[in-house]
């Protein structure tokens, strides 16, 4: 997923216990050994869930970024999603959130975020609350005035 995503798509949470047959997708973000957690969900699970792609990507400290692991992977019988692997974890929702239905197959976590339109220079300006730009109107508009007297003033000479 690109990190710039302005917005999230997160479809239909599936918010049933237990899991039932379907395709899911989900972010699980380590901290707290939530990866972990996940891998033992799955062991656990046995055949009744296959895991389809699987995206890891690494912290980013400087950008205040957790390290992540994008997983999408289909149910083909009820699993319960009410308890962690570990004894201190009262619940999967609480450690890793409730998965994702799929509406339309993502091949990628990219196709699960909207990314912001590539603008000019000026239209990101403006997004970022950046300074009013009304002056570069009027410092056009002046140069064009001036260019104007400037060539009538060449013509009124000849």
């Given amino acids: ?4 995503a302005r917005t999230v798509i997160t479809g239909r949470l599936e918010k049933a216990n237990p899991l039932p047959p379907g395709s899911y997708w989900l972010d699980v973000f380590d901290t707290g050994g939530h990866i972990e957690t996940w891998h033992q969900w799955v062991n656990a699970a046995g055949s009744a869930v296959k895991v389809v792609t699987t995206e890891v990507y690494e912290a980013n400290e400087s950008e205040g970024y957790p390290a ?7 149910v083909s019988a009820p699993v319960p999603w009410n308890r962690g692997a570990n004894a201190q974890s009262p619940s999967l929702a609480i450690d890793l ?7 339309v197959a993502p ?16 239209d990101i300006l403006k997004e970022s609350g ?24 060449r013509f009124v000479k000849a």
């Fill in 130 to 153: 950046g300074p009013d730009l009304g002056w570069i109107k009027w410092a056009v508009g002046g140069a064009v005035v001036l260019g104007g007297l400037y060539t009538i003033s």
């Fill in 107 to 122: 091949k990628t976590s990219d196709d699960t975020v909207e990314k912001p339109k590539a603008g000019s220079p000026l």
């Fill in 1 to 4: 997923m690109g990190l710039l």
């Fill in 97 to 103: 959130g409730w998965p994702n239905v799929e509406k």
């Fill in 68 to 74: 992540r692991t994008w997983v999408q992977f289909d």
